[in-house]
């Protein structure tokens, strides 16, 4: 069995009508000015809400704010690229100490021939490539530049020999010019 539908007025705490409601009998137009009003003072509570500025909400810090976790993460992987770059350039030796290639080694001596117009860093890091030992290790590295007086393969002759452009010195870690020094 149906319970008595009971409708109330805003404002007023008593019941002002029981109805019995079935679907055989429409519905009053006092039920529906009820109904009604009650759909329209909900909408008013929301849209009075919605007009209302939002309250500042206090931000509570608890930990570190995502920016500065998102900086902490972008230096740290700046640092790692940077340091990978310094270790393969000093591994390298430099990019024109890497166009050099050995022709030969015959015990600690080590035969090179590098391009033209090197400068004096780019052969001693030439030089030290070649030795791959690390300073005080006796080893010596013999650097030509290319050109017809420059060795193909070892042995070489004694013109060859002669035209040694620069030699390195790894026990001391010294380049010696040949054209201006005696080698």
Known sequence: MRQP???VMAGNSAPTR???SSPA????ARQLAAGA???LAVGKRALRAKSK???????????PSWKLIGFIVAAAIAVLV?????????????MAAAACHQI???GLVHAVVCPAGLMGDDLASAGENACDEPLGTPCMTYIWTAGPEAPQRLPMSKAQSAAVWAVWSNWDGVLRDCRRQAC
């Open 104 to 106: 030969g080694q015959t």
């Open 37 to 39: 009003s009650g759909v």
């Open 53 to 63: 500025p939002a309250a500042p909400r206090k931000t509570t810090e608890e930990g």
């Open 25 to 28: 009998r429409p519905a009053g």
């Open 18 to 20: 029981t109805v019995h």
């Open 82 to 94: 940077a340091a990978f770059l310094v270790i393969a350039y000093v591994r390298s030796g430099s």
């Open 5 to 7: 539908a009971r409708f």
